[in-house]
């Protein structure tokens, strides 16, 4: 069945499959091709935020089975089973993945909503799509990988190789638990290497479908393994282990430090980060559309709950549409997403993914308030069991607020009003993150020196969160230095090899 009929169910058919697939959830983790339980036995437990009930108790992987997935992934990429397969094999491996995410859209969406709380028509629109989409682009280019060849002396043939590099231990996180460890396992996958996936401990169920579908599409045992586990133990060991070539991490900017701090206390294997953001958006007084400019902003920091690395919760507005900007946001902005079910397609804001995360976005409310930020509207929890807030409004506030300067990761918007185009571009750099940034003007000059002096790896101009797989995302500063998605994404998973050869005479 398609995503696209999959789009017609009710909440009462989700519920029966969520129920179905609780019942049936795997467990255990997925070393060398096959499901096997934890060596020491230890389990924790992976909870749904729409009612706080136990989903399952996952095995939990220490340093034993972090060791045991590295060797299965190190033995399969000597064995060259998926190294040295001809590109076009490996490409077609990769295409019949791509169909089976489509083919498993049910169970696949299901498992994101249980274990994450977001919205079904989400995982079905937007994810799942997106999923498909990117194993798709990184097969494309299998065979396109090129090496050169050197201008030298007669006597000489100087070639530079594209070689995978080995195996790399990707570290995923729980806001879109299924695509972002795609964009990490897709690339290296299709460059060659074989991978060792640890999904955030919050949302782990949908990874070990991941992988299973991978054998199922031709994957050879040992290329794809997945271990669960909570990132200080599980996380930390595989960060840690000396037979790993890379990690590529995706979550806070803590974390991230750690991994840089774990590959330099080990084999200095590479790191590729992508952390912490604070978007600003800038809304120039010449905005031409401010209906428009306003419904991308509060979408663009109420989508997903807010949890999102790149979310534009700093919205800053030139004094001259200011009052009509905050104007507009509250009457089109305060009922545009609404807390409910998120089994519910009708659904369109599910809860924050832990009762941890809601406590820790209701005490930034609570800072807000105390700082002298105007709370416009939400900032409570609605009356529904869960992990719910509801989405949250703050004007007047100053970049030296707390609300300001770090990462809520919750459906929290906060509006900073400014005066010129230089205090603009000042507010927006004035931040230690630098992942993604939107722009607002109809004056073209404008925006060339925004685009030029905003400090963030990925800027849109009169829009905001848009793009397709040739768009490279990624930060600046302390957002961290990798790049998802597109064709460079696929480069960084491969390393290059000098050959020079001298020819007989």
């Given amino acids: 069945m398609s995503i696209v009929a999959r789009s017609e169910y009710t909440r009462e058919k989700w519920h029966a499959v969520a129920a179905r697939e609780i019942e049936n959830v795997e467990t255990r983790l997925f070393?060398?091709?096959?499901?096997?339980?934890?060596?020491?036995?230890?389990?924790?437990?992976?909870?749904?935020?729409?009612?706080?009930?136990?989903?399952?108790?996952?095995?939990?992987?220490?340093?034993?089975?972090?060791?045991?997935?590295?060797?299965?992934?190190?033995?399969?990429?000597?064995?060259?089973?998926?190294?040295r397969m001809a590109p076009r094999q490996r490409?077609?491996?990769?295409?019949?993945?791509?169909?089976?995410?489509?083919?498993?859209?049910?169970?696949?969406?299901?498992?994101?909503?249980?274990?994450?709380?977001?919205?079904?028509?989400?995982?079905?629109?937007?994810?799942?799509?997106?999923?498909?989409?990117?194993?798709?682009?990184?097969?494309?280019?299998?065979?396109?990988?090129?090496?050169?060849?050197?201008?030298?002396?007669?006597?000489?043939?100087?070639?530079?190789?594209?070689?995978?590099?080995?195996?790399?231990a990707a570290i995923s996180p729980w806001n879109y638990p299924l695509l972002m460890a795609t964009w990490k396992v897709a690339p290296a996958l299709a460059a060659g290497n074989c991978v060792v996936l640890k999904p955030a401990e919050q949302a782990p169920l949908s990874c070990l479908k991941l992988a299973e579908l991978f054998i199922e599409a031709g994957g050879p045992p040992g290329v794809f393994?997945?271990?669960?586990?909570?990132?200080?133990?599980?996380?930390?060991?595989?960060?840690?282990?000396?037979?790993?070539?890379?990690?590529?991490?995706?979550?806070?900017?803590?974390?991230?430090?750690?991994?840089?701090?774990?590959?330099?206390?080990?084999?200095?294997?590479?790191?590729?980060?992508?952390?912490?953001g604070k978007s600003p958006q800038v809304f120039m007084a010449d905005t031409a559309n401010i209906e428009r400019a306003v419904a991308a902003a509060y979408r663009g920091i109420f989508a997903n709950m807010g949890e999102v690395c790149n979310a534009g919760s700093r919205l800053l507005v030139e004094r001259p549409i200011y009052d009509e900007f905050v104007e507009r946001f509250i009457a089109n902005g305060k009922d545009a997403y609404v807390c409910g079910d998120p089994l519910d397609p009708k659904t369109n804001l599910g809860p924050l993914v832990t009762d941890e995360a809601q406590n820790r976005v209701l005490s930034y409310?609570?800072?807000?308030?105390?700082?002298?930020?105007?709370?416009?509207?939400?900032?409570?929890?609605?009356?529904?069991?869960?992990?719910?807030?509801?989405?949250?409004?703050?004007?007047?506030?100053?970049?030296?607020?707390?609300?300001?300067?770090?990462?809520?990761?919750?459906?929290?918007?906060?509006?900073?009003?400014?005066?010129?185009?230089?205090?603009?571009?000042?507010?927006a750099n004035d931040t230690i993150y630098g992942l993604a940034a939107g722009i607002w003007t109809s004056d073209l000059n404008k925006a060339h020196r925004l685009i030029r002096e905003v400090e963030a790896g990925v800027v849109w101009v009169n829009c905001f969160d848009e793009g397709d797989m040739t768009q490279p995302f990624g930060g600046y500063k302390q957002s961290g230095h990798a790049r998802d998605k597109c064709v460079e994404s696929l480069l960084s998973y491969t390393q290059g090899k000098s050959a020079w050869i001298r020819l007989s005479e």
């Fill in 225 to 276: 393994n997945v271990i669960n586990g909570i990132g200080e133990v599980t996380g930390k060991a595989l960060a840690l282990h000396n037979d790993v070539d890379k990690v590529t991490f995706t979550g806070s900017t803590e974390v991230g430090k750690l991994m840089l701090q774990y590959a330099g206390q080990s084999n200095m294997k590479r790191v590729s980060l992508e952390c912490g």
């Fill in 31 to 83: 070393i060398n091709g096959d499901y096997v339980d934890s060596r020491s036995g230890g389990r924790f437990d992976t909870v749904n935020p729409a009612n706080r009930e136990v989903i399952a108790a996952m095995s939990f992987a220490d340093a034993n089975d972090v060791d045991a997935a590295v060797q299965s992934a190190r033995k399969a990429f000597r064995s060259g089973s998926w190294s």
């Fill in 91 to 168: 490409m077609s491996v990769l295409y019949r993945y791509a169909q089976l995410i489509e083919e498993n859209s049910e169970q696949l969406a299901v498992l994101d909503t249980l274990d994450m709380g977001k919205p079904i028509s989400d995982m079905l629109g937007i994810d799942i799509p997106a999923v498909a989409e990117t194993i798709r682009f990184m097969a494309e280019y299998i065979d396109k990988m090129e090496g050169s060849v050197t201008n030298t002396e007669s006597g000489v043939m100087h070639f530079v190789l594209r070689e995978p590099i080995g195996v790399v």
């Fill in 365 to 427: 409310v609570e800072t807000g308030k105390k700082e002298g930020a105007k709370l416009r509207f939400g900032g409570d929890v609605p009356d529904m069991n869960g992990s719910y807030i509801n989405p949250t409004l703050f004007t007047d506030v100053n970049n030296q607020m707390r609300i300001a300067r770090e990462e809520i990761f919750g459906p929290v918007a906060s509006v900073i009003p400014f005066d010129g185009l230089d205090e603009g571009i000042a507010i």
